[in-house]
């Protein structure tokens, strides 16, 4: 299974998503093969790493993205991973213009998986507070075990 999460630059939602689901399979299901990437739709940060606020609020949970580096989504993509989880609908109808029809039932929106949430996207914190950054977090958070479910159910 490869799943590649996506906003717009990918240095805050989508390696923070990256970071969390990396942590949640680590976790609840070691023993699967799972590859995680994350792209933006942009080209506005490529190579830069994630925003510091997103680095330091995923720290405070446990979760360390400093490794990270910002990088835009390519053609290749739509073929190599299985899941393209996007961060709201924006991301969704960019990838889709973006990808061959033959791939666009892979892209989903990520917060699908998340059943609860009082949110259907994952809003972008970049010009907002600290706080939208441990929302995106929660949200994220609740995405993953959505998210990992789903796989588990699929492999039976």
Not at 23 to 46: K, M, N
Not at 82 to 98: C, T, W
């Amino acid at each position: 299974m490869r799943l590649l999460f996506v906003c717009m630059g990918n240095i805050c939602r989508s390696p923070t998503a990256e970071g969390v689901f990396r942590r949640v399979v680590a976790e609840r299901a070691p023993h699967l093969s799972i590859e995680i990437d994350s792209a933006g739709t942009h080209d506005y940060h490529v190579g830069s790493p994630p925003d510091r606020r997103a680095i330091e609020a995923a720290r405070r949970r446990g979760i360390d993205i400093t490794g990270l580096r910002a990088r835009q989504v390519s053609r290749e993509d739509f073929e190599r991973f299985d899941l393209i989880l996007a961060m709201d609908e924006d991301n969704v109808a960019d990838l889709k213009r973006m990808a061959p029809t033959r791939y666009h039932e892979r892209i989903r929106l990520l917060m699908e998986f998340a059943a609860n949430a009082s949110l259907s996207y994952v809003p972008d914190p970049y010009y907002g507070g600290p706080q939208g950054f441990e929302q995106v977090l929660d949200l994220l958070e609740e995405a993953a075990e959505g998210l990992l479910a789903e796989i588990l159910r699929r492999q039976g």
